[in-house]
Structure formats: C-alpha cells, structure tokens
C-alpha cells in the first residue's frame, strides 16, 4: 500500500476527549471544516482547515473538539518508508504543519483530486505531491512562546466564520495587545490573523459548495461576506472560478467519494 485515502466525518459536540485509538500506519489528516484537539502522549494540538497533522503510527491518541460543529477531513495513510523519505525521520515522531492562504488551496484540491481519482497512480501520485507540498509549509510548535494564546484565537477565528471580528477583541480576549498578538501570529503561522480568518471561511464556503447549497447568498452569508456579489469577486480572486462553477464540478466528482462516519 503506497497511500489510502477516506474521507472522515465526525458530527461529535464540543467535550472531552473521545475514547483512545491507534492507527497502524502514518496518517496524514487534512481537516476541511471543523476544529478538533489531537491528544498525544503530553501534546495536545489544534488542528483546523488551515492545518495538516500527521497521526503518529502505534502511539495511542484521543480526540476532542473545543467547538460545536465537529470535523470534515481527508485521512492519507500512507506506508511508513513514503513519509521518512518524503518529511524525514522526525516526522513519525512530531508532525503538524500551517498552510497558509494559497499553500491551504492547492492542498485542499490536490488532496480532493486524489480522492477521486480512478486510476491508482494517478490517486497515488497526487498524494505524494500534498506530502512535497509540506515541505515548504511552516511547522506548528507546540512549545514556541505565545502557541496557547494562538491556538485560544484560532478557534476563536473558527468560531467567527460568519460573523465580523475585529483584533482589538481577539487581543483582549487572550490578554495581549493588538501589536503584539498581529505580530506574534504571523510569526506562529505564517500568515496574517486576516488571511487566517479568510482561508476558514472559504473551506466552510467549500464544503456547504460541495455538499449541495444552490443558494449563494446564504453561503455568503453564513460565512461572512456581505453579499451574494461580494463573495463570488471574492472566490475567483482566490480560486480562479466562481463558486458555482466550482460547485458544478466538485459535485461531479463527489459523486465517487467514500464517507466514513
């Protein structure tokens, strides 16, 4: 087996951790929508759709999901050899990574794509490129200075997809200053809290696309844009196609996805 990729939902309300599993083969997890905590050993790390996490082989782990809502994710397993040539030998042992705006896109549909792909070299050369194309994306530390109050924000932001916030209250709600939080959280993730916030609200933009929504306004509405108009200008910006069109073809493919609940 070179990679085996399923699409996982979980529908579980915020609360402690679920019961311990295992996974015998390195897991490379890509939420699509959602938050959920990863508990391993004595880490515990937030992952959302701006994140890539990969599930650590034969170490038992707990999940828990600090907001409502659940989680959407694609699960790449991948053969042990696959991923210490693709990331190195560490990232059996630790591994979460950023993908910041444009990096998060191109993850999301070229992890899509491998998912639906018929024939078996095209769905397995595509997972290796999500696997190089974390080889450019910053890595997420638990232990860097200010990580509690990052993560305290990005579910904040998580949790904001459809509603204004602003950095004076986000700042005010971890103890910080707005200077030092801006700063800090670009320095975290690699990108700002803005374009943090945004690539949230497109991955929930996508998955109500994905699962069907004929009515562009409420999906610009519910993730935050103040019109049907002020979406669609800007998902091109950031996709090159509208959402309709994107709709048009997800649905096609999604078509031949397996869910797992």
Known sequence: MTVQI?????SRSAGHAGAEETSSFPTL???????FCYHVDRDAVIADANTALLFHPDRPYRVSHPIDGGDDCLALRFDDEVVIEALGRRAT?????FLPGPLQRYVAAVAGAALVAREPLEREERALDVLAALTSAPR???????????DAVRQRLAASVGAPITLKALASDVGCSPFHLARRFRAHT???????HLSLRFAVARALL???ADDLTDVALRTGFASHGHFTT???AAHGTT???WRSRVSVLHRKTIEIA
Request: hydrophobic share 40%.
């Open 190 to 196: 690699g990108t700002s809290l803005h374009q943090y």
């Open 140 to 150: 997420a530390h638990a232990d860097l200075r200010d990580a509690g109050r990052i």
């Open 6 to 10: 399923d699409e996982v939902l979980c």
């Open 210 to 212: 994905r699962e069907g």
């Open 29 to 35: 997890v890509l939420p699509r929508r959602g938050v």
């Open 243 to 245: 959402p309709s069109a």
């Open 93 to 97: 042992s630790a591994a979460a990574w």
């Open 234 to 236: 800007a998902f091109h």
